[in-house]
């Protein structure tokens, strides 16, 4: 769980382009830099974006990705809910 805290953390962060660099994101956040770089890799693997932008030192997704983790209220019709009824 603190894993997936910790990427929401990142993307926030990621999205406001205003994670610093490196080692002010890693200082940010209370880990190391190298750990920093785990997660970064981790979130690649699941297709984000991201990259560091150098002119304004921050990671920046390339392109606009959302990140969710967790359930959420999906509307359906009752009839839905239970194939047999009807």
Do not use: C, W
């Amino acid at each position: 769980m603190k894993h997936v805290e910790l990427i929401e953390r990142i993307d926030r962060l990621i999205r406001l382009q205003a994670t610093g660099t490196p080692e002010e994101l890693a200082k940010r956040l209370g880990i190391s830099k190298t750990k920093l770089y785990r997660m970064i890799h981790m979130m690649k693997e699941l297709n984000a974006p991201v990259e560091y932008d150098f002119a304004i030192q921050s990671f920046t997704y390339v392109k606009e990705v959302g990140f969710r983790f967790g359930f959420y209220a999906n509307p359906f019709f009752p009839d839905e809910l239970n194939p047999f009824v009807g």
